[in-house]
């Protein structure tokens, strides 16, 4: 199993980032996926969990109306779709496929002026 993370960076607040979860090593589509956040002395916390077929999705209200997690099981991919991103949106994000707990190495938000 094998999760890759992509495209992180600095966006400025009230900015948009996509992020890329690519996933291999295993059927994509019977897996129920999630994206993570953690800032730099915080627990780590969720703030995106979609269905396996991609018709299921949750939010914590912190990220809820400004973020959206997709996919795509021809690409083998997890998209986060952030926008209004907010000073209190910098951690580095995750992606996680419950079923076995694995995890990628992450990738860096920073929002910032």
């Known amino acids: 199993v094998q999760l890759v993370e992509s495209g992180g960076g600095l966006v400025q607040p009230g900015g948009s980032l996509r992020l890329s979860c690519a996933a291999s090593?295993?059927?994509?589509?019977?897996?129920?996926m999630r994206w993570y956040r953690q800032a730099p002395g915080q627990e780590r916390e969720l703030v995106a969990q979609?269905?396996?077929?991609?018709?299921?999705?949750y939010y914590p209200d912190s990220v809820k109306g400004r973020f959206t997690i997709s996919r795509d099981n021809d690409k083998n991919t997890v998209y986060l779709q952030m926008n209004s991103l907010k000073p209190e949106d910098t951690a580095v994000y995750y992606c996680?496929?419950?079923?076995?707990?694995?995890w990628g190495q992450g990738t860096q938000v920073t929002v910032s002026s």
């Open positions: 979609i269905g396996a077929a991609g018709r299921s999705t």
């Open positions: 090593g295993f059927t994509f589509s019977n897996y129920l």
């Open positions: 996680n496929r419950v079923t076995g707990n694995y």
